[in-house]
């Protein structure tokens, strides 16, 4: 099977930077996904790691290394509008379904 | 506009009364989906399609079935809801091997 783990909430200030951990357990990997979803909205695509590294992606990085099976979001910058839930998730088991992790909801303060 | 649509946007129904959630896409996607949103457990898929006339399960396929005669039409059917399958619902949308999804606006079902 697949499960993925993210922190349930985490809180910082406007301005500052915030890391967003997720770890993952899949057999079969075809790379993890971050996506953002507001109050109320539907989720968005926000980055895509295959590839062990740092994507980068304005204000927001997404990291990835595969022989820990764990990645991260890295938000810099924070602005209020950054106040969401965010989410991994992992393509696996031939590439064709997609498992989302329980989420983490972010509250930037001013 | 490239888009997902997804209807109705809000539906409150009876337990055992059958009913369908539509999906429909613009961008000529292969890969569509269903998700349903839970507090606290994330999006679920739900079921998911590669292109016309294949689909698969996901995760939680009790209670639910789908089909795809077209590529731009992913319908959601539950032929008996029952109230645990209360949920929010989001149909998705993405190039074949590519892990960008489109979400549609998504639809809130409550079964009573």
């Known amino acids: 099977g697949q499960s993925l783990e993210q922190p349930s909430e985490v809180t910082a200030v406007e301005g500052a930077i915030v890391q967003i951990n997720c770890t993952y357990q899949?057999?079969?990997?075809?790379?993890l996904s971050w996506y953002q979803q507001h109050d109320g909205g539907a989720p968005t695509f926000l980055s895509y790691?295959?590839?062990?590294g740092l994507e980068e992606t304005g204000r927001f990085s997404s990291f990835l290394s595969r022989s820990d099976s764990y990645g991260y979001l890295l938000l810099q910058e924070l602005q209020m509008k950054d106040s969401a839930s965010y989410f991994c998730?992992?393509?696996?088991?031939?590439?064709?379904?997609?498992?989302f992790g329980p989420g983490t909801r972010l509250s930037v303060l001013p | 506009e490239a888009q997902v649509t997804q209807n109705p946007r809000y539906l409150i129904t009876v337990t055992g009364k059958k009913l369908t959630v539509t999906c429909s896409q613009n961008?000529?996607?292969?890969?569509m989906s269903w998700y349903r949103q839970d507090p606290g457990l994330g999006l679920r898929q739900i079921y998911y399609?590669?292109?016309?006339?294949?689909?698969d399960k996901g995760d939680v396929p009790e209670g639910y079935k789908v089909s795809r005669k077209e590529k731009r039409n992913f319908p959601l059917i539950l032929e008996s809801p029952s109230p645990n399958q209360t949920s929010l619902y989001f149909c998705?949308?993405?190039?074949?091997?590519?892990?960008?999804?489109?979400f549609g606006p998504g639809t809130r079902l409550t079964v009573l």
């Open positions: 998705a949308s993405s190039m074949g091997g590519f892990n960008e999804q489109f």
């Open positions: 899949t057999s079969g990997f075809y790379g």
């Open positions: 790691n295959a590839l062990d």
């Open positions: 998730a992992v393509r696996g088991n031939y590439g064709q379904n997609f498992v």
């Open positions: 961008m000529n996607h292969e890969y």
């Open positions: 399609s590669m292109n016309v006339e294949v689909t």
